[in-house]
């Protein structure tokens, strides 16, 4: 379990914050490096850890991708003019489904619960700001507490 500089562990911050249904980014800094976790109206919509897999890496692990098709996403996503996420340009490719992509996404973001809930002396803060999701990918609290109960 996670020590927060002022006695919260990281299940008291998450239920705060998603209780009070606050929009912005919690920023985590430990030892292990620099996290982040970000909300829109209390839910967890995007997650950056140091352990963090990228989606391609995921998909291609789990089978539903190959190193090809990664590459060839990721030349289409860096030739655009306005950046997509990765996960929309698989759909669009027709190369996964988009339920496939919200399940890889909600791993991730589990993922680096999972990570930040091993840290120690971990400083945090959070920063109120505009959240704008680039899908309707989201991990909630009850998310948050079914996946606790099973671990």
Not at 25 to 37: H, Q, Y
Not at 139 to 145: E, K, M, N, R, S
Request: glycine content about 6%; charged content about 25%; hydrophobic content about 40%.
């Amino acid at each position: 379990m996670a020590h927060f500089a002022d006695g919260y562990t990281l299940e008291d911050i998450l239920l705060i914050t998603s209780l009070q249904k606050k929009t912005g980014e919690l920023t985590l800094e430990a030892e292990k490096g620099r996290g982040t976790l970000r909300f829109l109206n209390g839910n967890i919509v995007d997650s950056d850890a140091p352990s963090s897999t990228p989606l391609g890496d995921l998909l291609i692990q789990k089978g539903f991708l190959t190193r090809e098709d990664v590459a060839v996403s990721l030349a289409k996503q860096k030739n655009e003019s306005i950046s997509r996420r990765l996960g929309k340009i698989f759909v669009e490719m027709g190369r996964v489904e988009q339920n496939c992509i919200q399940s890889m996404v909600k791993e991730q973001i589990f993922a680096a619960i999972q990570d930040f809930s091993t840290w120690r002396n971990v400083y945090f803060s959070f920063h109120e700001k505009d959240v704008v999701p680039s899908d309707d990918i989201h991990v909630t609290l009850t998310d948050i507490i079914e996946r606790m109960a099973e671990d």
